[in-house]
């Protein structure tokens, strides 16, 4: 309890309260920070897994971009049948678009990333790496974020009393 003096002899006391009562309201001010945070982690890990799969689709190649590495892939083996000669470059060029299929002819999925980090140019291959990275960076944050609100999540033991 404490006191102190105003105007005149009257003493006035004032009561500081209970321990008991400011640490409910520090607890009160906690779990509103903290539903705060439960609210917003869904949306973080929305927006990082939209995100990383944005980049990915980025990363595939197009059904265009098929047909015309095909139609440049079957351009330069005619032309190496004919006996022309390639400068490094050309033949930089022709091994990238032929990476592109397997030995039958057929685009699989696996062979773009092939292409592109064996036969694709420096720039192009730095951009592929970088974007890979960025995108297993952005999918591991939101499965760490994931965990972290399924962690943060108050979940009761007894279920039971709470369908009704």
């Not at 102190?4 to 006035?12: A, R, S």
């Not at 779990?31 to 929305?46: A, D, S, V």
């Not at 944050?141 to 994931?146: P, Q, R």
Request: charged residues 20%; proline residues 2%; positive net charge.
């Amino acid at each position: 309890m404490g006191k102190w003096k105003t105007k005149g002899t009257l003493t006035k006391s004032l009561t500081l309260g209970n321990q008991d009562d400011w640490q409910a309201v520090s607890k009160e001010k906690k779990y509103t920070k903290g539903k705060w945070i439960l609210f917003t982690i869904p949306f973080i890990i929305i927006g990082l897994l939209n995100y990383s799969f944005s980049i990915i689709d980025n990363l595939r190649v197009k059904p265009n971009d098929i047909s015309h590495a095909k139609e440049i892939s079957n351009y330069y083996h005619m032309m190496k049948k004919k006996g022309y000669q390639f400068n490094d470059h050309q033949e930089q060029i022709y091994s990238y678009y032929e990476a592109f299929f397997d030995k039958n002819g057929n685009y699989e999925f696996l062979n773009y990333p092939h292409a592109v980090i064996f036969y694709g140019s420096k720039a192009h291959r730095e951009s592929y790496i970088s974007a890979v990275i960025l995108s297993s960076t952005f999918l591991l944050l939101a499965f760490c974020l994931s965990i972290l609100l399924l962690k943060l999540i108050p979940f009761r033991k007894n279920r039971k009393n709470h369908l009704h």
